[in-house]
């Protein structure tokens, strides 16, 4: 599955490693606190885990939203809606 992550964390330390394991998930940067990319339901688990034990629930908030390759190619991406610096081909070959 497509998945896109999305996180607003206060402490510093925890949103590094979140952003780490999305990275070690496979996913791609496409913008500080987004990542995009194709987990399998294994993989989106083990991430949620990882991801559970960093954050403060009482403040912190993490979407993790899975999407079809169809969905994701209908996706509207308008102005600097992706940092360009950031944006790799794979993200590039899944919107197209």
């Known amino acids: 599955m497509i998945a896109w992550v999305m ?7 925890a949103r590094t490693r979140v ?10 940067r496409v ?6 990319g194709t987990l399998n339901a294994n993989e989106k688990d083990t991430l949620e885990l990882q991801i559970e034990k960093e954050i403060d629930p009482e403040k912190d908030k993490v979407y993790i939203f899975p999407m079809s390759q ?3 190619q209908q996706t509207i991406c308008l102005g600097q809606a992706l940092d360009k610096k950031l944006v790799t081909d ?7």
């Open 19 to 28: 952003a780490k394991y999305c990275k070690q998930a496979g996913l791609y």
């Open 7 to 13: 996180y607003d964390i206060e402490q510093d330390r």
């Open 70 to 72: 169809s969905a994701l």
């Open 90 to 96: 794979e993200v590039r070959a899944l919107f197209f």
């Open 31 to 36: 913008q500080y606190s987004v990542f995009l």
